[in-house]
């Protein structure tokens, strides 16, 4: 399952996914990547079982990739997983109560390493984070203050990266998990 960069406010529940990826690579069974702004997505009280790790190496449970953020991932089951969960970047991410049997560990990247290239004005994540918030004037806008005020506090500078609102300064919350 991939629910896109633009979706927001996805609730992925009460799913038995299993004996997925078996020819794949660099993905997981929820997969999604690349947005910092959007409403909050739950994943949660899903099983997800059987996933090897295979040839071709990077095969997840759940993955959130390239700064993926605002996401809560709790009370999940993960069996016989390779590795179940995986963060690669992303912020204000939560990762809470899950269970894991003969699975392989959680890998949570809080890594900055080419943030400050990737984030370049003109680069991929630089554009789309400025087009796809709706600016002031815009019939969207409240809604989406309203609906993601963290969003509006992020800030873009590459000069000032210890400010806490600043897009750079990774984190998530892992705690609670079997």
């Not at 996805?10 to 999604?32: L, P, Q």
């Not at 990739?65 to 009370?75: H, S, V």
């Not at 963060?87 to 900055?112: C, E, H, K, Q, W």
Request: with cysteine; charged share 15%.
């Amino acid at each position: 399952i991939s629910f896109g960069p633009t979706n927001g406010d996805v609730v992925i529940e009460y799913n038995y996914f299993h004996h997925c990826m078996t020819n794949s690579a660099d993905g997981g069974v929820i997969h999604n990547g690349r947005d910092m702004i959007r409403p909050v997505n739950i994943i949660r009280y899903n099983i997800i079982s059987e996933i090897p790790a295979t040839l071709q190496g990077g095969t997840y449970g759940i993955y959130l990739d390239d700064y993926e953020a605002n996401n809560e991932i709790y009370g999940n089951i993960f069996y016989g997983v390779a590795t179940a969960i995986v963060t690669n970047r992303g912020r204000d991410n939560v990762i809470t109560d899950n269970t894991l049997i003969y699975s392989g560990s959680m890998f949570i990247n809080p890594g900055a390493n080419g943030l400050l290239d990737e984030w370049a004005p003109g680069s991929l994540y630089y554009d789309q984070f400025h087009s796809i918030l709706p600016k002031e004037g815009s019939p969207y806008y409240e809604i989406w203050k309203e609906k993601c005020p963290h969003a509006y506090k992020y800030d873009i500078d590459p000069a000032n990266t210890s400010n806490k609102n600043s897009i750079f300064l990774v984190s998530s919350t892992v705690k609670d998990n079997i």
